[in-house]
């Protein structure tokens, strides 16, 4: 559209940004970032090169041994950041390879669309040769053949930006066939979706990637036995993907030193925080950083208001309460106070903020975005979502809250088909446990009395 | 990768054509995919983008340039939420109802949005320019609350900006 | 084999299943729904939920589907763990939510997978408060109904129409909790399986339409064990009557023939026998043209016997749609002289033929099951959906199969469905099929569109470069080289070779050829197999009884050599030109035909006995395997009609038997005639063994047809009369017409006239009466094979015929047609909604020599007008015209076609 744009496109349009300094960044301590600009503008592929872009894929082509590369990023126990902080490198080397095996597909996973997360789209928009520079070395270890990057439909820029750096790199002979003279052949199609959460989930993912309705796969077989078209498939995080250069580069030592002591699990972390907070933000950060330290960066809550609870890394992750934010945020500490770390990506509830109208925003969001296969999810989450509009309104009833308790338990993992339902149970089961009274006072009726109909239906 | 399956039938064509341009674009995107059924979104997109939806008769024609059964393009145009089965407005309005905007404006955005249209969620304006849909979360939490108008993402937006914001797209 | 251990208990199970289905077979009860016997695990629905425990030492274990678990060796489970139950109970729970909760009006009450699980699992207090999502339903043409808001979303419709049958205008729509399962745009499901929809769908969404007008409960329908009539399969069915009528036909397992699924002409294609016009008493009509005047049947056996006495010569002509009994009577009555199968002289030649290369080329003819085993198939000259319905099912599974052969090799078990469909997509194993035009089966199948002789020719081709010892094929072309070659070379390659062919094209060399390929295979793969399919429902029983054709008895009839006829269920203007039928009843001074329907035939009959039809009557039929099975009368008609005559065939040709010999007729059971046939054709001989005779008794009783809680039976007649008469007695069977009578599962029984056991009360209640659950019959499956492959040696065939040359002649290519191809399924009213509008299908060259374009309308003499179907890759020289559309139309006759001028077809 090229007519004359009113000013407030402009000014409210949305930019990703990093609330982080080229000054504060350096290639020893932030090696997701410190190549970005601090104009925003795409690093292209000169500017990468310049960089020292490409210099792990060189090395490792050159060592041609993709075993290797799996042992390192093994050894320097690189977990998804896709939110269930798998072992990359042991994901890898459990993907089917050899024998008549035929070469497979690698999926990198940028759906990206769990709410309060908005990690993937910075990389992708600003450092798109980082993440295809991290395929490039997944596809090798992996023995792939040909990647996807599974984006969602609303990132029209990244689309863009990823298509271009794609174009950029095939050209110079970074994808395509004989990558840089070592024989290995690779390339790249980002695929689009439109729309629905549920693509996330990887087996969802890779049926969405064959045209088909996003519902999730039984595993096993995983999709490294049988993923996309039955063909030995990996799927990681973009987050995940742009790790792995510097691994091969720097080894698996200087990846475990990164996080310092604060720690076990290495290397850093893009965290963030949204909600009402002063500078709503992302940063990298070694892996291990404190809740406190992120909600400082961020400058504290906004107008002085009280943080009531929050959640670490997303609608899935369960809740956490103030006095959690001086724990270091990885995957193991996170998980034992009944959360998960997720992505990392924190979002800050205030005190006045009702956590039944929350739980009942959240549990719309999932109940909506239920792909539809398994009954517990597709059944009982909407009734989740009923009940908290009940009590919303006052018109809950005895027994309702025994009720959520139930359905929460009843969504838990290994009950449904796959983790989405369990997503949807954390913060249920959490809100209830710490903020049971906030839903007792939505019980204004005794069991089983007459309603007036209709109870709001709302949305879902 | 994959080729168009030809299929002989003694079903006659049903009268909706697609237009070359999308046929072969279609055809293009084929290309990337071991199989013709992964093309599907695609080609429903690419339909969408000529009609603003996609329409009954639309579906059995793309199937037969897929060479899939036209249940499958069906139950594939009907479970993502970004292709729509039913007419829409020239643009569409996409307000971001997740957490993060939840918690910081989203019920005055939306209810703005609702006073400005005219219109609910599912709704098109009478002049048929805007339809006001849901969306999950833009992944534009830090500039909450957060909506999209067609392929643009605004963030944050307050009531205030709306009525300026929604003159860019007459 | 493997152990586990089920609450404490342990259990021998076969280790290569699931938990749900081990668990099931052991008769331990666990609720589910997604998951079917046929159709394998998908995790869906979370019902069969139990707990399983790592070890011996681990009491806290974890909630695990069991239909997603292995039943390996030493697995630990509860299904009584009070979580597991809890859970399950939530499940239901969840699933009732949306659900109308209509059962007094539903369909499928009764017999509702739904309501059995729901009682299962102790639901029966509603907490949901809120409004229930409502939907629009569709139409979805003449056999299938469709209520959406009583779906559960197992997801069990889609996977079966399009996963299992193939089907492309189903689907599933929408998400979260607004999935939709119906046809992308609302109209007639395209599937010739649909119906299986009604029986595979667990609540009451697809119901049988056909059933709607008349609607009954399960309960209140009398069964009996049948054998489908519609053509050579011979797939178990359970019809149900109410009031003296059909009511619907289910689907009987039978683990060899047709396991769960029936095709929809089986299931709907009965209403001939409910037809208002079928005769009821015997008639007599003096001139041709005459209204016939009804007779008693006393005077009517009286009379005719008397006029045959007073014949010179009676001809009988027998059917290949009437019981062995029947025919043999008929044979008894005129004499094995003068008896005629009935069936036209070229179409009993292939049959006869069929017989031979069964016993003779070396392989084995598998079961319709088996042929899921077969890793390569080639048809030769068949379009078997369309000419036996449920066999095309069963080709499509083996295609499929190949997936499983996949799996295996990475540990991927053969019930994790969904899994193996990712695993093998667009991979099949090799199904070739030689046929000139679309077959169901194409999606899944390399087809080459040739005319008749270049099938026989690539046939034989194939043969000799399996074997160079089978002749050379003389001028051979090229690209017909290398097809025989890729066929050859995949039939080789294949652990399980399997040939199909048949009668369709009515060709002697096409089934040389297949006789030759099979003979090829026998001296390679042990394993292989060879498949034959005939035309009717007893098309090979008839064969294997022998008898004059068709032709012989018009000739005599025709030349005075003979001045009377008796007819048994056989319209003979279906088989032959008019003319010549007209000429030969015409100088026949008696025709004494027998049927249930008023065919053309029985039009011109100067007596006519009221027969019984399949529904009416016992007796036994051959089916394409050569399997001998017996079909059981399913209600006595003069029960509730008590003017009506209807007898069997046999029992009628019986008495006229022993009127002949001034004997009084004396009653006869079908027990006595079996055996009698059996002794007189040595081919036979093992029918006695087809089902147990009437003597049979379990725990001293007889069979109940009835279910426990049919209601209404002393009302039944009330306007007849107010005392309640004694039900009919059976001397046939073991069966009784009544529900007094043994009906249960514990004792194993290959006669099963309804499946039920105490809570299940669907079809999934065959589960009950199966050794494992999709297994076998736990009294074994019905039936007895009648051809066996026999030691010996036969010459390859070189009737090899000529390349064909260009000729002027347009001939006929009668093709197989699944609705309409059948003369009695074609007079019911929901198959005759499902036949094709008339088309000939023609080449460009030979359209444009007659001048006419797709669409345009052609005729045949005074035939209907059929429209033009234009296809690319018809073989030229030839018109493509379904079977049924144009009686009496010989396979590649010369036709002279005309076109029409203007008006609608
Ligand atoms: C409902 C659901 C949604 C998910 N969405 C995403 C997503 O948007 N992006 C992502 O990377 N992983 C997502 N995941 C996690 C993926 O399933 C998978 O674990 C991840 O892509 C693996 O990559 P990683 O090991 O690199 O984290 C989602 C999981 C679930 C259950
Ligand atoms: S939990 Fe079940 S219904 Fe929910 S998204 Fe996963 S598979 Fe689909
Ligand atoms: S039967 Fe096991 S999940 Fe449905």
Not at chain 3, 143 to 162: L, S
Not at chain 3, 238 to 259: D, L, Q, W
Request: proline fraction near 6%.
């Amino acid at each position: 559209m090229s007519q004359s744009i009113p000013s407030q496109r402009q000014s409210t349009q949305y930019r990703s940004r990093l609330l982080q300094p080229e000054t504060e960044r350096s290639a020893d301590t932030h090696p997701l970032t410190w190549r970005l600009r601090d104009d925003g503008e795409a690093v292209w592929l000169d500017e990468y090169l310049r960089k020292d872009g490409y210099q792990s894929v060189r090395k490792a082509l050159n060592e041609g041994d993709p075993q290797a590369v799996i042992a390192n990023m093994k050894e320097a126990n690189v977990r998804g950041r896709g939110g269930a902080g798998f072992s990359a490198g042991l994901k890898w080397s459990l993907t089917l390879q050899g024998g008549d095996m035929p070469r497979g597909y690698l999926i990198c996973n940028a759906d990206e669309m769990e709410p309060g997360t908005f990690k993937d789209r910075l990389l992708m928009e600003q450092q798109p040769h980082l993440l295809i520079e991290g395929m490039i070395l997944g596809a090798y270890a992996n023995n792939s053949f040909y990647g996807y990057i599974f984006l969602r439909g609303e990132y029209v820029e990244s689309a863009r930006v990823l298509n271009r750096a794609i174009d950029e790199a095939r050209e110079a002979g970074w994808l395509g066939p004989d990558i840089n003279g070592s024989g290995f052949d690779f390339d790249i199609a980002v695929h689009t979706g439109a729309g629905r959460y549920i693509c996330g989930e990887e087996t969802a993912l890779i049926n969405s990637l064959e045209g088909k309705r996003a519902n999730p796969r039984a595993k096993p077989p995983f999709p490294g036995q049988s993923g996309a078209w039955g063909k030995p498939s990996v799927v990681n995080n973009v987050e995940t993907l742009c790790n792995v250069p510097a691994v091969i580069l720097n080894g698996a030592d200087w990846y475990q030193g990164l996080s310092g002591d604060r720690t076990k699990d290495g290397g850093t972390k893009l965290y963030g925080v949204s909600g009402p907070v002063e500078k709503p933000g992302l940063w990298e950060l070694p892996m291990g950083t404190t809740g406190a330290e992120i909600l400082e960066r961020a400058g504290g809550m906004r107008d002085n208001r009280q943080l009531k609870a929050w959640l670490p890394g997303g609608a899935s992750t369960g809740f956490l309460l103030p006095e959690h934010l001086d724990l270091p945020l990885d995957f193991d500490t996170v998980g034992k106070e009944g959360s998960r770390l997720g992505t990392g990506l924190l979002t800050v509830v205030p005190q006045e903020m009702s956590m039944v109208a929350l739980m009942r925003n959240l549990e719309e969001f999932f109940a909506r975005e239920s792909c539809g296969w398994c009954t517990p999810c597709r059944d009982g989450l909407p009734w989740t979502v009923k009940l908290l509009q009940a009590l919303e309104h006052g018109q809950g009833e005895e027994g309702d809250i025994e009720l959520l308790d139930k359905l929460a338990a009843d969504c838990g993992p290994g009950l449904t088909f796959c983790a989405h339902a369990p997503g949807a149970a954390m913060p249920l089961e959490t809100a209830l446990r710490h903020f049971r009274h906030e839903f007792e006072q939505g019980v204004g009726k005794p069991r089983g009395e007459a309603h007036e109909d209709p109870i709001p239906v709302g949305q879902v | 990768m994959a080729e168009p399956v030809s299929t002989s039938t003694l079903i006659g064509s049903d009268g909706f054509e697609l237009h070359p341009a999308d046929e072969t674009a279609i055809l293009e995107q084929l290309k990337h995919y071991e199989q013709p059924q992964a093309a599907c979104i695609d080609a429903l997109k690419i339909v969408q983008r000529r009609h603003g939806w996609v329409p009954d008769d639309a579906i059995p024609a793309i199937a037969r340039v897929l060479g899939i059964g036209p249940g499958a393009v069906e139950g594939v145009a009907t479970f993502y939420s970004l292709i729509f089965r039913q007419p829409v407005g020239r643009h569409v309005v996409l307000v971001c109802d997740s957490s993060s905007c939840f918690l910081t404006g989203f019920d005055e955005l939306k209810q703005a949005l609702v006073n400005e249209l005219g219109v609910d969620y599912g709704g098109t304006t009478s002049d048929n320019r805007f339809t006001l849909l849901p969306v999950c979360c833009l992944g534009a939490c830090d500039g909450a609350p957060a909506l999209m108008i067609d392929n643009d993402t605004y963030g944050p937006v307050t009531p205030d900006d709306l009525p300026r914001l929604l003159e860019g797209y007459p | 084999m493997a152990i586990i251990h089920v609450d404490g208990q342990d259990y021998e199970v076969n280790g290569a299943q699931n938990l749900l289905q081990a668990c099931l077979s052991l008769g331990l009860d666990i609720p589910y729904f997604c998951w079917h016997p046929a159709m394998g695990s998908v995790g869906a629905c979370r019902q069969c939920a139990v707990r399983q425990y790592k070890d011996e030492d681990d009491d806290k274990g974890s909630l695990v589907m069991s239909c997603m678990a292995p039943a390996a060796d030493q697995t630990r489970i509860s299904i009584e763990d009070e979580e597991a139950k809890a859970f399950r109970a939530s499940v239901v729970e969840w699933l009732m939510i949306n659900h109308p909760h209509d059962c007094p009006v539903c369909e499928e009450g009764g017999h509702c997978h739904l309501q059995d699980m729901t009682v299962m699992t102790g639901h029966d207090r509603r907490r949901y408060r809120f409004r229930k999502r409502t939907r629009r339903n569709q139409e979805l043409g003449p056999f299938i109904a469709h209520e959406m808001n009583r779906c559960i979303t197992c997801y069990r419709c889609v996977r079966f129409y399009n996963d299992y049958a193939g089907g492309t205008d189903l689907g599933a729509f929408g998400a979260k909790d607004n999935v939709y399962f119906g046809r992308y745009a609302e109209g007639t499901l395209e599937s010739p399986f649909a119906g299986n929809l009604t029986e595979v769908c667990p609540t009451g969404v697809f119901t049988d339409k056909s059933h709607s007008e008349q609607y009954t409960r399960k309960w209140d329908l009398q069964f009996a064990p049948s054998v489908c009539h519609q053509c050579s399969m011979g797939c178990n069915i359970s019809p149900g009557e109410r009031y003296g009528s059909i009511r619907r036909i289910e689907n009987r397992y039978h683990g060899e023939v047709n396991g769960y699924f029936l095709c929809d002409r089986g299931r709907f294609g009965y209403g001939y026998v409910n037809r208002s016009d079928r005769p009821l008493l015997p008639e007599w009509r003096q001139q041709p043209d005459e209204e016939p005047t009804t007779l008693e049947v006393d005077t009517a056996l009286a009379r005719i016997t008397d006029t045959l006495r007073h014949s010179q010569r009676v001809i009988g002509i027998g059917s290949p749609r009437a019981s062995l009994e029947s025919n043999h009577q008929l044979r008894e009555l005129v004499g094995a002289d003068n008896f005629s199968t009935g069936i036209e002289a070229r179409e009993q030649a292939c049959l006869a033929l069929m017989d031979d290369l069964q016993r003779t080329t070396g392989l084995h003819t598998p079961t319709p099951r088996q042929i899921e085993n077969h890793d390569a198939i080639l048809v030769l000259g068949e379009d078997p959906v369309q000419s036996a319905g449920r066999l095309g099912l069963n080709m499509r599974q083996a295609a499929l199969s190949r997936r499983e052969a996949m799996g295996e090799k990475i540990g991927i078990p053969a019930w994790n469905a969904e899994a193996l469909k990712t695993l093998g997509q667009d991979v099949y194993h090799p199904l070739h099929i030689a046929w000139p035009t679309a077959t169901e089966l194409d999606d899944v199948a390399t087809r080459y569109p040739l005319a008749p002789e270049e099938i026989a020719r690539l046939g034989f081709a194939v043969a000799h470069i399996i074997d160079p010892a089978a002749p050379v094929v003389d001028n051979l072309d090229p690209a017909t080289r290398d097809t025989a070659q890729r066929i050859a070379d995949d039939l080789m390659a294949a652990e399980r070779p399997l040939v199909v062919s048949g009668g369709s094209l009515v060709s002697d060399s096409v089934l040389q050829a297949a006789g030759n390929i099979a003979q090829a295979l026998a001296r390679r793969a042990r394993q292989g197999g060879l498949v034959l399919i005939r035309r009717e429902a007893n098309s090979t029983g008839l064969s294997l009884m022998g008898g004059q054709t068709l032709d012989w008895a018009m000739d005599e009839l025709t030349e005075g050599r003979a001045d009377a006829v008796v007819v048994l269920e056989n319209d003979l203007y279906q088989r032959l030109p008019a003319q010549r039928v007209d000429q030969a009843l015409a100088r026949a001074d008696i025709r004494v035909v027998l049927d249930h329907q008023r065919t053309a035939t029985l039009a011109r009959a100067s007596f006519t006995l009221p027969a019984a039809s399949f529904a009416e009557g016992d007796g036994t039929l051959v089916n394409l395997e050569g399997r001998a099975q017996r079909f059981f009368q399913v209600y006595e008609p003069g029960y509730l009609r008590p003017e009506a005559r209807i007898h069997e065939s046999w029992r009628w040709l019986h008495a006229l038997a022993a009127g002949l010999r001034r004997e009084d007729a004396t009653d006869v059971n079908l027990d006595e005639i079996t055996a009698a046939c059996a002794e007189a054709h040595p081919a036979l001989t093992g029918m006695v063994e087809a089902a147990p005779g009437a003597g049979y008794r379990i725990e001293g009783l007889r069979l109940a047809r009835e279910p426990h809680r049919y209601s209404g039976r002393t009302a039944m007649r009330a306007n007849l009369s107010v005392s309640e008469p004694r039900p009919p007695q059976d001397e046939d069977t073991p069966f009784a017409f009544s529900m007094e009578g043994y009906s249960g599962f514990d004792h194993p029984r290959q006669q099963v006239a309804f499946a039920w056991a105490p809570g299940w009360n669907s079809p999934q209640a065959w589960n009950k009466f199966t050794d494992e659950v999709g297994g076998h019959l736990s009294g074994g499956d019905p039936g007895i094979r009648l051809i066996h492959r026999q030691p010996g040696h036969r010459d390859y065939s070189l009737r090899i015929p000529a390349a064909a040359t260009a000729e002027n002649t347009l001939r006929a290519l009668v093709l197989p047609s699944l609705f309409g191809g059948d003369e009695t399924s074609a007079r019911a009213e929901p198959i005759q909604q499902r036949m094709a509008t008339p088309v000939v299908i023609l080449c460009h060259i030979d359209a444009e020599a007659l001048d006419v374009h797709h669409g345009d309308t052609l005729v045949l003499g005074d035939s209907p007008a059929m429209t033009v179907h234009e296809q690319d890759d018809w073989p030229t020289g030839w018109a493509g015209l379904p079977a049924g559309l144009l009686p009496g139309l010989a396979q590649g006759e010369a036709l002279t076609l005309s076109k029409t001028t203007g008006g609608e077809p």
